[in-house]
């Protein structure tokens, strides 16, 4: 089992800056990739950004370039930076494990509005 807590959402202008924090705890070594998703109103739940335990990372074509995804495995941390925001980037971000290749895990969410 995987517990995620995430931090860091809340308001910002658009163009401004906000950094997301996913803290993993329990089985955590069989953790094979974490990442972002978000879900805006009316919508489906999207893939944003996610890393391997190697490092290697992949992200939506909508956020290339603005975001970016980190993983401190002393801290069992994944992060997500995410610069030049967009009205557009409103939704709630989740935290996401994959765990042992098969099994999904879900943070509670949090709330990122970007509005002037």
């Known amino acids: 089992q995987v517990q995620l807590v995430e931090s860091g959402g809340g308001l910002v202008q658009p163009g401004g800056s906000l950094r997301l924090s996913c803290v993993a705890s329990?089985?955590?070594?069989?953790?094979?990739?974490m990442g972002w998703y978000r879900q805006a109103p009316g919508k489906q739940r999207e893939l944003v950004a996610h890393?391997?335990?190697?490092?290697?990372?992949n992200y939506a074509d909508s956020v290339k370039g603005r975001f970016t995804i980190s993983r401190d495995h002393a801290k069992n941390t994944v992060y997500l930076q995410m610069n030049s925001l967009k009205p557009e980037d409103t939704a709630v971000y989740y935290c996401h494990a994959l765990y042992r290749i098969i099994f999904n895990f879900w943070g509670q969410g949090t709330q990122v509005t970007v509005s002037s």
């Open positions: 890393i391997t335990t190697d490092g290697s990372s």
């Open positions: 329990g089985e955590i070594n069989n953790i094979h990739t």
